[in-house]
């Protein structure tokens, strides 16, 4: 979805370096999300936001940290890399007043940790 | 812990044929299921979604059957079509308006001619 854009498209980097993937959302949503796309292991959320002051923990946080700039914006950071976060990372948003749950999904960060 | 689980997580069917897609889920507070597309190269993309107040949605040529007693809800393409080539992720949530969603595993879709 145009939308929600993701920067950068493609990463590679080594072991031990400061990563941040960035999205951006032109959609006006309050909730922004961060998952994590291994073969095998469908989708599974690192951190989401509701509104710009508040920041949650999904099921595999751990050694991933987030920042919401601001309501457009929601930047995910693994402050120091690993291989084993070689991954496709997505960016999603919704609107709580909006049709249902849906959430809409920005084109992907694919991360590569040498 | 998979609190849903889908599968299979590879289907190859011919052009024309039917494709099903099965998913069960453990958490009775979930009340929103959706199924997500996701063609190479693309993020996921919302295809249909059902609530349990109702046992089956139908859009166009694909169909969710939800069978709460059972805690399972499985998706079904008719008439298949090469275009439908893609990976379909399951999800369910709990509460309403943009609560997180949990994903299966994803099934990959290859239909033949």
């Known amino acids: 979805d145009a939308d929600v854009t993701q920067t950068p498209r493609n990463r590679i980097t080594k072991t031990g370096k400061r990563i941040m993937l960035e999205c951006s959302q032109t959609?006006?949503?309050?909730?922004m999300y961060w998952y994590r796309q291994d073969p095998g292991l469908g989708l599974r959320l690192i951190y989401y936001s509701f509104d710009v002051k508040d920041i949650n923990k999904g099921e595999i946080s751990d050694g991933y940290s987030v920042s919401r700039q601001a309501q457009a914006k929601f930047s995910l950071s693994l402050e120091s890399a690993i291989p084993n976060q070689t991954a496709l990372y997505f960016c999603a948003t919704s609107d709580h007043r909006g049709r249902g749950n849906e959430q809409f999904f920005g084109p992907g960060t694919r991360l590569t940790v040498l | 812990q998979q609190q849903v689980k889908q599968s299979p997580q590879s289907l190859i069917v011919q052009k024309g044929g039917i494709s099903i897609i099965n998913c069960a889920y453990e958490?009775?507070?979930?009340?929103?299921f959706p199924w997500y597309q996701q063609f190479p190269g693309k993020g996921p993309a919302l295809l249909i979604a059902?609530?349990?107040?109702?046992s089956e949605k139908k859009e166009g040529r694909f169909t969710i059957s939800f069978n709460k007693s059972a805690k399972q809800f499985s998706l079904h393409i008719m008439d298949s079509q090469p275009g439908d080539s893609a990976t379909y992720f399951c999800a369910a949530s709990e509460g309403g308006g943009g609560n997180k969603l949990t994903f299966g595993t994803g099934t990959q879709l290859k239909v033949e001619l």
């Open positions: 059902i609530r349990p107040d109702v």
């Open positions: 958490n009775t507070a979930f009340d929103y």
């Open positions: 959609k006006g949503h309050d909730r």
